[in-house]
């Protein structure tokens, strides 16, 4: 039996930040991947979603600005673009097992299964390792309902050959808003049908209620507390019927109902690792599980954290630190961003508004006036600053085309007693940019 220091089941964020850090040792890693290298947010995530943005971006910027100084709107080669973006990623998929074989890491294509606290097999081949690491991610949640199996999943859109006349998106989270966005861009006719009455429920829902407009007025449609109860095929056309009896006509179904933790048949049940179906594998302040030798981190972990791969990036080192470095404080984690990929976007970092606690307050600065924002027409920029009473910042909204990027200058300031100070002293842009916000904002 091959013996090594760690075996790491999955290839992705969690994977890839335990190997940066243990390249730098004389440990012996095997990393196990059953699907594609790297895991979901570099093949069918957010570097392929953030990819297509690219091309989204220029294409409903100049749709705000025809008119304006541009003659008229930029249109989108959907054949062109999969073109394209298929050959990048082949090239990415012939390389990224590779990058990560090493003199004392080794690679194996296949479905680990843990059976004991220090063992792994794959097929009929069991591996040891002294410290085991399950960073088995997420997967598309499976629509229960007729015909569910019709619907295709982030997992085949970015592969999508021929763009769809009229799609369907069931979902009214990050990736039903995101492919709504993209397929619009494009020239599709979006339904967006979400079972309950909220949207992309981590942000701001001022903000929320304001895309979900500016996205009706581009001409995708939403029917909100719109339950699916069953998809029927006929030829190439779909038929998607609602629990309140609305029948939908499409070319295209999309489930982007959810993601549910890759906990199935590795396992977990055999040797007694406590695990949710929902929520996944049950950690303690090291992320170890219930057997102290087999530790879980990112996406598939129940570690009271958003399903982001910042987090599984601060699993990955505490885990190393722990085991490397003997740290014994429990896991702390930092603020962390996140940002929806629309059009405009929509970020958040901290609290919102609605998480207030007596004495917070909110300061808010509309970006709609500065010229960057005039420039580009983006008539809807805003932000939000929540602070508490002794000028702590607590949290940061906003919505723009710039968002995403933007939300990155308040991370170090979430926490911070002192933030016009500290940004006073210490931070200076590039004249003018979005981030003078901050010097905006607390002068």
Not at 136 to 149: F, H, I, K, M, Q
Not at 291 to 306: E, K, L, T
Not at 404 to 431: H, Q, S, Y
Request: hydrophobic residues 35%.
């Amino acid at each position: 039996m091959k013996k090594y220091d760690y075996i790491i089941l999955g290839s992705g964020p969690v994977a890839m930040h335990l190997l940066a850090k243990l390249e730098r040792t004389t440990n012996k890693v095997l990393v196990i991947e059953k699907g594609l290298w790297g895991g979901t947010c570099p093949n069918t995530g957010c570097q392929p979603k953030i990819f297509m943005e690219g091309t989204v971006r220029p294409v409903l910027n100049s749709y705000y600005l025809a008119g304006k100084g541009i003659k008229e709107a930029a249109k989108i080669d959907w054949s062109a673009l999969m073109s394209r973006k298929k050959k990048i990623w082949a090239a990415f998929h012939k390389n990224e097992r590779a990058s990560m074989t090493s003199e004392n890491t080794d690679t194996i294509q296949g479905k680990g299964v843990i059976t004991g606290p220090h063992t792994v097999k794959v097929a009929d081949q069991e591996y040891e390792g002294k410290n085991i690491v399950i960073g088995t991610g997420l997967s598309p949640r499976d629509l229960d309902v007729p015909g569910g199996e019709y619907a295709i999943t982030n997992n085949e859109f970015f592969d999508l050959d021929q763009l769809p006349k009229r799609a369907i998106v069931i979902g009214g989270g990050y990736v039903a808003m995101e492919l709504a966005t993209i397929l619009q861009a494009a020239g599709t006719e979006v339904t967006i049908l979400q079972h309950s009455d909220r949207l992309l429920r981590p942000f701001d829902q001022d903000y929320v209620q304001e895309l979900k407009q500016i996205m009706e007025e581009r001409g995708i449609q939403f029917h909100m507390n719109a339950p699916v109860k069953q998809i029927a095929k006929d030829d190439d056309q779909y038929t998607v019927t609602t629990t309140g009896g609305e029948t939908f006509e499409t070319d295209l179904v999309i489930n982007a109902a959810g993601r549910k933790p890759n906990v199935e048949g590795i396992g977990l049940e055999e040797v007694g690792i406590e695990f949710d179906p929902n929520k996944g594998i049950k950690v303690n302040e090291h992320m170890q599980t219930s057997i102290p030798s087999v530790f879980a981190a990112g996406d598939v972990a129940d570690n009271g954290q958003p399903n982001l791969t910042p987090v599984a990036w601060v699993d990955a080192y505490h885990i190393i630190n722990f085991i490397e470095n003997g740290e014994k404080s429990p896991i702390k984690y930092p603020p962390v961003a996140t940002n929806a990929f629309t059009y405009p976007e929509i970020a958040q970092v901290g609290i919102r508004e609605d998480e207030m606690e007596k004495g917070d307050y909110v300061k808010t600065l509309d970006l709609s006036d500065m010229f960057f924002s005039m420039g580009e027409g983006d008539s809807h920029a805003k932000l939000k600053v929540i602070i508490n009473k002794n000028g702590e910042v607590r949290g940061a909204s906003e919505l723009s085309i710039h968002a995403a990027e933007d939300i990155n200058n308040f991370v170090p300031l979430v926490g911070r007693k002192d933030p016009k100070k500290f940004v006073e002293e210490n931070l200076t842009f590039a004249f003018p940019t979005p981030a003078n916000n901050l010097d905006t904002l607390f002068r």
